[in-house]
């Protein structure tokens, strides 16, 4: 990406807040490093709040504009992409990836857009039945064809918007997400502050992270916990927070377990409690690629998971790193956890693998599409409109 002039910035990345969660991790990250490898970076906030903002460089300038509606955000990211012209606008999150195709389009400016897709949108739409979700879906569909280039973070997150939203597969990449880091290494190593958490403790623990939502659906995980038959038997310990917190307590007093099952909330270090645990379990009904998967293999912490679309075959490799088990199946969970508690493992192994997934070589791949994919992209649609034309003329 040819350096533009001092005031212009390279790479514009929006998002419509920092409050948490896995898309603004992963935003905060690769801006981070994009700084640190020498380009010049701006993100645009729709509202400047959020957990995230802490961990944000110096080396980044944040853009406030102010407001919490997507659609009352476009206005404004129009305003600002004819002020700062950046090269390239990187969007991610639904609302905002509409947000940010419609603002590029009106403000007429050369910026090309980008936008990340973290989740199968075709499952996603078929799972939430709120109106206002099914809107964003629907303006999706209309707009995510209009983007110079769509990134998808798994091979089927990639397939699904190209089959179902329109895409040109030469639009569109697959660049999984950017997890592992320094930070997660050092982190994991700290002590965890929870009375399970001992080195002479008798009882295994299995570990779930994740909003206490449908989606993730620990009601499977608990009942696959009441229904092993391992000895001793283990504990569970899911770290999040979410609207389904109530039901899963009352699930786990239903099924007789309360006492080994335990929801602490979140915490500001998973991490350290990832590489303390026996098992890693993720119970997803669908996701898109589970950074909390990798984050656990780069602890070394022996892995279990649904074969949800999408993300947990393409990490575990087919099952080479992890058991897989059918989305729902409480006997299948339980017998895989049961399996990997009694197994050996080589944590080396889970940790080099989670290597392909660290921050440095993912932001390379960025630059990579943000270089030359959208790039030769533009002129290969730029040529096309001017042969259209003279066809015409």
């Not at 110079?148 to 697959?174: K, L």
Request: a negative charge; one cysteine or more; hydrophobic letters at 40%.
């Amino acid at each position: 990406m040819d350096l533009p002039g001092e005031n212009r910035p390279d790479i514009s990345m929006y998002v419509p807040s920092l409050r948490g969660g896995g898309a603004e991790r992963v935003i905060v990250r690769l801006a981070n490093q994009f700084a640190e490898q020498g380009y010049s970076v701006e993100l645009v906030l729709g509202r400047e709040e959020g957990a995230y903002l802490d961990h944000v460089s110096e080396a980044v300038t944040v853009v406030d504009l102010d407001t919490r509606r997507y659609l009352a955000a476009v206005p404004k990211l129009v305003d600002y992409l004819r002020t700062r012209r950046p090269t390239v606008l990187l969007s991610t999150i639904d609302t905002a990836n509409v947000a940010a195709i419609v603002a590029t389009k009106l403000s007429r400016v050369e910026t090309r857009v980008v936008i990340r897709i973290s989740n199968m949108m075709s499952v996603k739409e078929e799972m939430l039945d709120q109106p206002k979700h099914r809107l964003v879906h629907l303006t999706a569909k209309r707009t995510y064809k209009h983007a110079d280039h769509v990134i998808g973070v798994s091979a089927e997150v990639t397939d699904d918007v190209v089959t179902n939203f329109g895409v040109p597969q030469r639009r569109a990449s697959t660049v999984y997400n950017p997890v592992v880091n320094e930070d997660l290494r050092s982190q994991s190593s700290e002590r965890v502050d929870h009375p399970w958490f001992h080195s002479d403790r008798e009882r295994p623990i299995v570990l779930g992270v994740g909003e206490l939502a449908d989606q993730k659906d620990f009601a499977t995980l608990i009942e696959a916990l009441a229904a092993t038959d391992y000895d001793p038997e283990p504990r569970l310990v899911i770290l999040g927070e979410g609207q389904n917190r109530e039901p899963l307590e009352r699930l786990a007093r239903e099924h007789d377990i309360a006492h080994r099952v335990d929801l602490p909330g979140f915490v500001d270090n998973p991490y350290s409690y990832m590489a303390d645990s026996d098992v890693f379990a993720l119970s997803s009904k669908w996701e898109g690629c589970p950074n909390v998967l990798i984050e656990a293999m780069a602890c070394g912490t022996p892995l279990v998971a649904t074969d949800c679309r999408s993300g947990p075959r393409e990490i575990l490799a087919a099952g080479e790193y992890g058991e897989l088990v059918p989305v729902g199946d409480v006997e299948k969970l339980s017998q895989a956890i049961s399996s990997t508690l009694a197994a050996d493992h080589d944590t080396d192994t889970l940790a080099q693998r989670a290597e392909r997934f660290s921050v440095s070589a993912i932001a390379d791949e960025y630059l990579h599409v943000l270089e030359h994919g959208v790039v030769h992209e533009s002129h290969a649609r730029h040529s096309e409109t001017t042969s259209t034309t003279d066809t015409h003329s």
